[in-house]
């Protein structure tokens, strides 16, 4: 059985790496820690992990990215995978998207640039224990 998984998209090598060890540093190995660097390489990314056998349960993703914005890149992995947990974390977010993300593709939180270490790890704590365990 493969261990449950968080994806982390962002076009910022920087904020890529500093959520992934802030999520190890608290969750340690409870979890296994993707990255993506935009949309694409992200949809790519999840159905390769989904074919693997993994259970992606949150996907925390930038919302102005090259290409797609991050609304529109959760809304399609909404369609595919409407399970996987989703929240975007920006400083420059539309406040309409927002919106619309919340109602069109579930989006579970979002939060602004630079987040707030306990906000960021008690926002996912909340949004990850409402995911059933892949086991299940």
Do not use: C
Not at 96 to 113: F, M
Request: avoid cysteine.
């Amino acid at each position: 059985m493969r261990q449950d998984t968080i994806v982390i998209v962002d076009d910022e090598a920087i904020i890529q790496l500093s959520l992934k060890r802030e999520l190890q540093n608290f969750f340690r190995d409870t979890f296994s820690y993707e990255t993506a660097s935009s949309a694409v390489e992200a949809e790519d990314l999840i159905e390769d992990l989904v074919a693997e056998g993994a259970s992606v349960i949150l996907i925390i993703s930038d919302w102005l990215m090259p290409g797609i914005r991050g609304d529109e890149f959760l809304r399609r992995v909404h369609l595919r995978h409407p399970d996987i947990k989703t929240m975007i974390i920006s400083g420059h977010a539309d406040a309409v998207a927002i919106q619309k993300a919340r109602e069109d593709s579930a989006l579970g939180a979002y939060l602004s640039k630079p987040w707030k270490r306990v906000e960021l790890l008690d926002t996912i704590t909340k949004l990850i224990a409402s995911t059933p365990p892949s086991g299940l």
